[in-house]
């Protein structure tokens, strides 16, 4: 199973609405990330998760919550959003976390919607 | 990590082999080479990475120039499913500030027609 599982696969918010997104991954890898990436626009990092611990936040608003409640699994907390959060949320993991001569994979994403 | 420069754009004919150029000028010793490519709407896939060596896999080759100041990625017979965005990234091997951080640019636009 070589697969990062993202779900759901599109969801629309208010901006008062508490939701969150969903990713998991059986390939015991030790390290996942939340990428943000807005319409024509490369991937941008927003956490990094190594070993269940919260290693890398890419100063983003507190309004987006990360959790890793197991080494599989890898949610992210949405609350109070504004209509420019709009995009599309990557999941993505890898075997070392320092991505040392070594690939991440990638699910197919979240795509996001505030109205 | 080093700075990469590719072009915004490529065309290839279909069945062609696709010749992407990147430039890392500015790459360090122990810094790889990677290839990731988006297809529309979908997450980045890996294609291939090296240090210093060519490599080949079942998705295409890497070549690296001697000096390592650039790159380029070879699709040997394009499709129509390799149209996307490709995107060439440098990452340092161990340690240092961008540890654990996979950052990407621009890319180049790859487009496969008939």
């Known amino acids: 199973d070589t697969e990062v599982t993202q779900t759901p696969k599109h969801l629309v918010m208010g901006m008062t609405n508490k939701k969150s997104l969903k990713c998991e991954q059986h390939m015991g890898h030790r390290a996942m990330y939340w990428y943000k990436q807005k319409a024509k626009k490369p991937p941008e990092l927003m956490f990094v998760y190594s070993y269940e611990k919260l290693s890398i936040n890419e100063s983003v608003p507190s309004r987006f919550s990360p959790e890793c409640p197991n080494s599989s699994l890898l949610n992210l907390h949405l609350h109070a959003l504004q209509p420019e959060d709009s995009a599309l949320y990557l999941c993505?993991?890898?075997?070392?976390?320092?991505?040392?001569?070594?690939?991440?994979?990638f699910g197919q994403g979240t795509r996001l919607t505030v109205v | 990590d080093a700075k990469t420069t590719q072009p915004t754009s490529m065309d290839c004919a279909e069945g062609r082999a696709a010749n992407l150029p990147c430039n890392h000028s500015?790459?360090?010793?122990?810094?790889?080479v990677y290839w990731y490519r988006q297809i529309h709407s979908q997450g980045p896939q890996y294609i291939i990475h090296?240090?210093?060596n060519n490599e080949t896999n079942e998705m295409a080759s890497l070549i690296i120039t001697e000096d390592r100041k650039s790159s380029t990625l070879i699709l040997p017979h394009a499709t129509l499913r390799d149209t996307a965005v490709y995107y060439c990234i440098v990452r340092v091997g161990a340690g240092g500030t961008s540890y654990g951080k996979l950052t990407f640019g621009q890319g180049t636009i790859l487009t496969v027609h008939p």
């Open positions: 500015t790459i360090s010793g122990n810094e790889y």
């Open positions: 090296g240090l210093k």
């Open positions: 993505a993991s890898s075997q070392d976390p320092g991505l040392m001569n070594t690939e991440a994979f």
